[in-house]
């Protein structure tokens, strides 16, 4: 019971952590897109050096984004193979709870879909 209630904590302290890094990937990506597409527009009215510049820097900026985003996809598919293993240990360890809550919650979807309106 006690290894129980211990993984419990441990995926809800992995869960909100891999939200508080979502969210820092969301937003460090906007901001890194956005100065690329801001970098690239000032570029299009200029010619020259100037131009190939800032369009050079604009392309950088985007190689990065993406380069973050692989990463960051990286991360949550091993987070998700991890929550994956928790759950599978979860179900092996409790098999009459797992059975009884998806009972549970298959009768609360069945009443929900099954009424007439």
Same mark, same amino acid.
């Given at each position: 019971?006690?290894?129980?209630?211990?993984?419990?904590?441990?995926?809800?302290?992995?869960?909100?952590?891999?939200?508080?890094?979502?969210?820092?990937?969301?937003?460090?990506?906007?901001?890194?897109?956005?100065?690329?597409?801001?970098? *690239?527009?000032? =570029?299009? $009215?200029?010619? &020259?050096?100037?131009? #190939?510049?800032?369009?050079? %820097? /604009?392309? @950088? !900026? *985007?190689?990065? =984004?993406? $380069?973050?985003? &692989?990463?960051?996809? #990286?991360?949550?598919?091993? %987070? /998700?193979? @991890? !929550?994956?293993?928790? =759950?599978?240990?979860?179900?092996?360890?409790?098999?009459?709870?797992?059975?009884?809550?998806?009972?549970?919650?298959?009768?609360?979807?069945?009443?929900?879909?099954?009424?007439?309106?």
């Amino acid at each position: 019971m006690l290894d129980t209630t211990r993984s419990n904590l441990k995926a809800k302290a992995h869960a909100y952590e891999l939200d508080s890094h979502a969210a820092d990937a969301h937003s460090d990506l906007k901001a890194l897109v956005r100065d690329a597409q801001t970098m *690239l527009s000032a =570029a299009t $009215g200029l010619t &020259g050096e100037k131009a #190939d510049e800032l369009r050079s %820097r /604009g392309m @950088e !900026l *985007l190689d990065r =984004a993406l $380069g973050k985003a &692989g990463r960051y996809q #990286d991360q949550a598919l091993e %987070r /998700g193979k @991890e !929550l994956a293993h928790d =759950a599978d240990v979860y179900v092996r360890d409790n098999p009459y709870r797992t059975l009884a809550i998806a009972a549970g919650i298959g009768i609360a979807l069945g009443v929900l879909f099954g009424r007439k309106q």
